[in-house]
């Protein structure tokens, strides 16, 4: 089993920055891929970025040139800087883990980005 608890959401002004944070515990030793994604109200949860054990890194069109996703391996931590927020970037933000091993996928709780004047 793994575990994942994001932090870092809030409130922010329009053409602000976040930085959300996904610590990762238990079985980490197979997890192939961890990424981010968003969910907003009335819509589907969609895929925003993500980063494998290579440290390769993809991300939706909408957040490119604003959003950057990064690995600590030391810390089992994912995080995803968000600079020049936008309204339509206000979602749930959760965080996932793919076990290669198990073919399992893990998700956080979640936490709220709202961005807003």
């Not at 197979?30 to 109200?41: D, E, K, L």
């Not at 994912?78 to 600079?83: E, G, H, K, P, R």
């Not at 020049?84 to 091993?101: G, H, I």
């Amino acid at each position: 089993q793994v575990q994942l608890v994001e932090s870092g959401g809030g409130l922010v002004q329009p053409g602000g920055s976040l930085r959300l944070s996904c610590a990762a515990s238990g079985s980490i030793a197979s997890i192939y891929v961890m990424g981010w994604y968003r969910q907003a109200p009335g819509k589907q949860r969609e895929w925003v970025a993500r980063i494998f054990s290579g440290r390769g890194t993809y991300y939706t069109d909408s957040v490119k040139g604003r959003f950057a996703i990064s690995r600590d391996n030391a810390k089992n931590t994912v995080y995803l800087q968000m600079n020049s927020l936008k309204p339509e970037d206000t979602a749930v933000y959760y965080c996932n883990a793919f076990d290669r091993s198990k073919n399992t996928n893990y998700w956080g709780q979640g936490t709220q980005v709202t961005v807003s004047s």
